[in-house]
């Protein structure tokens, strides 16, 4: 007789597992059902993912030269219009189809041009589910089409249409408007933000030459206007902004080779980090692929040609290759690293069928595109550097310094590395480890100080929260070279203890924590250490951001005590919210100017307890404005920072100076 733990549970009604069990979703019902299947989640994010989806529509008109203006509008009611100036979605019915094309593209998710390649030879919107899904995903919605010098209309409700497509008027010009409302009943939030759209709009003016994007916001009327008559190498300028150039005019060049479209912007700076940003069809490519490959093999090959070809290598002195130590000429070997230390790039491709792969599906797989931009990159370079040989001259005394420094930094890299995952010997004296070895079941804080560490360590739970004490501000690594941030003891530590490396060695799946979790004080002192450790983490260990890995710990500013009673208040707001609820005798208040004035019990409830605090994620919608933004705060040039703090200092909330 088995046991009452092994039985198996009586069948009832409930349990029945038959036809009458499967539902079948029809129209948009499914987009609604599983929103974040669509548009990645249903927060901030997926909400201006909304506005992406329809200007996408607009900007592959553009990409096949029939669109030159978008405008995009958000407007006082809180929802948000896109006009072009393309050739209008088409009226009449599709083969096999009752309704209009409009309403089927409107309706109907794989629906659109997108498939036909005479129509758009190349898109960013590849499976036809975009404007679709944002009508599922609004309250309401309609669309203007302007074609053939008529003007028609149609509105919808939740992705469902009111009544049949209707002629409202007559135009000669073409183009498309749509205006959708989100869905409260979907959407976490539905108040759009102007910056966060402002971003994308940017970007997407850079890599469309000549295409001019204008973005409204009617709620408190302010208007911007993006057009970049030099494309890529604008892009490559705005990124460099704040950094000084080692030479003034950026090596553009594009070529279309087997119906594939390539083009590059390059120039270096006297900076110590790469920044390189690759798209395929609009699309930012986060994770890389071909295309990156293709062109980064290119870009050393030709480097290395030409200072082997001038012997600018003889007198150098550094790290050696080959079987006898040499490059074949005498003096040093240049690698990979060396030759994109203080790199700023774009490269954009089109491609007819991209295929995407990788965690995020963002990594380009199509084999044949890594040899078309690795051939047209060395053409064009090779060309480049006979022509212009001070240029060449200034990019190979760069990377010769990069590659001297980076035999130092191999030197002070081997302090940092661990000889096995489980050896805790080889861990930092301050790291305070958690004694759970799962990676995904780990979490570590990066506390501000030796005070806030030791309440940390002795509120935390041992089993799986870890606690890295930090030591005052760590390096600026904007402003100082690899193989100094390596001599840096605090920057040390922090390798060591998360466990994946750094530079070349760096491995995201090694991360020894998959909570990584910057807590400094809430004073002026704690937003620097915390924009220096962000720094870091964005330009050696991007990986861990783009994997959602990195979080900023938000621990209370006050304590409000009524009698027994606790109240824990987050911001002015929050502690005057709670003050005017209280009577106004018997009442304490706290203001915590530092981690360190919280006992461990306080520090658990507030700010470590899984079931109660608040953790805020970073996360990369643009890591082209993200570079931007390091560069302005922590670069060496104090213009353009005192000029985003005139900006921005009336936004600025609970500053503890």
């Known amino acids: 007789m088995k046991s009452a733990s092994t039985q198996a549970a009586p069948k009832t009604s409930e349990h029945n597992y038959d036809a009458s069990t499967i539902k079948v979703l029809k129209g948009l019902d499914a987009v609604r059902r599983r929103p974040a299947m669509y548009i990645g989640d249903i927060s901030q994010r997926g909400l201006h993912h909304c506005v992406y989806e329809v200007v996408d529509n607009s900007v592959d008109e553009a990409m096949v030269g029939y669109c030159d203006k978008i405008v995009v509008e958000i407007n006082k009611d809180g929802s948000v219009t896109v006009t072009d100036n393309g050739r209008g979605i088409p009226i009449e019915p599709p083969p096999g189809e009752k309704a209009s094309a409009v309403q089927v593209v409107m309706t109907t998710l794989h629906a659109g041009g997108k498939f036909d390649h005479e129509s758009y030879k190349v898109s960013g919107g590849l499976h036809g589910v975009g404007v679709s899904v944002v009508n599922a995903l609004s309250e309401w919605c309609w669309v203007e089409i302007c074609r053939d010098g008529e003007v028609y209309r149609q509105d919808y409700d939740r992705g469902k249409p009111r009544k049949k497509l209707a002629k409202v008027g007559t135009r000669k010009k073409t183009g498309t408007k749509t205006c959708f409302f989100p869905d409260s009943e979907i959407f976490k939030t539905t108040e759009f933000k102007f910056d966060i759209i402002a971003s994308r709009l940017r970007e997407l003016a850079f890599l469309n030459q000549g295409l001019t994007i204008i973005l409204k916001d009617h709620r ?64 930012n490519t986060i994770e890389g692929g071909t295309h990156l490959t293709g062109f980064r093999t ?59 792969e990788g965690q995020t599906k963002t990594k380009l797989g199509n084999s044949e595109v890594r040899g078309i931009v690795e051939a047209i990159t060395n053409e064009h370079l090779g060309a480049f550097f006979e022509e212009n040989p001070s240029v060449g001259k200034r990019i190979v005394d760069k990377v010769v310094q990069a590659a001297m420094a980076r035999d130092a930094a191999r030197k002070a890299r081997e302090l940092t590395r661990r000889k096995t995952a489980l050896d805790s010997a080889a861990l930092p004296g301050k790291l305070a480890d958690c004694s759970l070895r799962d990676p995904e079941s780990c979490e570590i ?14 509120g935390r739970d041992r089993r799986y929260q870890a606690i890295l004490p930090l030591r005052g501000k760590i390096l600026n690594v904007e402003k100082a070279r690899i193989d100094k941030i390596l001599r840096n003891e605090e920057i040390r530590a922090m390798i060591t203890a998360l466990g994946c490396g750094v530079g070349d060695e760096f491995n995201v799946d090694k991360a020894r924590y998959h909570k990584i979790i910057v807590m400094t004080d809430a004073d002026v002192d704690g937003s620097h ?30 304590r409000v005590k009524h009698g027994k009673t606790e109240y824990w208040a987050y911001s002015e707001e929050e502690k005057d919210s709670i003050m005017k609820k209280l009577p106004k005798t018997g009442v304490s208040l706290q203001r915590y100017k530092g981690l360190g004035e919280m006992n461990p019990d306080q520090l658990w409830k507030t700010t470590m307890d899984p079931e109660k605090r608040t953790l805020l994620k970073i996360t990369l919608d643009d890591a082209a404005t993200a570079d931007h933004l390091f560069s302005t705060l922590m670069g060496p040039d104090t213009a353009p920072r005192s000029k985003f703090i005139q900006e921005n200092a009336s936004y600025v909330r609970n500053l503890d100076i």
């Open 220 to 283: 408190v009327d302010k208007e911007v206007e993006f057009y970049f008559k030099g494309g890529l190498s604008a892009f490559v300028q705005y990124l460099n902004e704040n950094k000084t150039a080692v030479f003034r005019k950026p090596i553009h060049f594009s070529k279309i080779k087997d119906d594939i479209e390539v083009e590059i912007a390059i120039q270096y700076n006297d900076g110590y980090s790469e920044s390189v940003y690759s798209y395929v069809n609009n699309i």
């Open 298 to 356: 290119a870009l050393t090959r030709s480097i290395n040609s030409y200072a082997l070809k001038y012997n600018l290598l003889k007198n150098s002195k550094g790290p050696k290759n080959g079987k006898n130590g040499k490059n074949g000429k005498g003096g040093m070997a240049m690698i990979g690293d060396d030759s994109r230390e203080g790199l700023t790039a774009v490269i954009s491709v089109r491609v007819r069928e991209p295929q995407f």
């Open 445 to 458: 804080y990066i506390v501000e100080g030796d005070s806030a560490g030791g309440s940390a360590k002795q």
């Open 529 to 558: 250490i915390r924009t220096l450790l962000l720094t870091f983490l964005f330009r050696y260990m991007r990986a861990l951001i783009d994997q959602g890995l990195v979080y900023i710990a938000q621990p209370p500013l006050f």
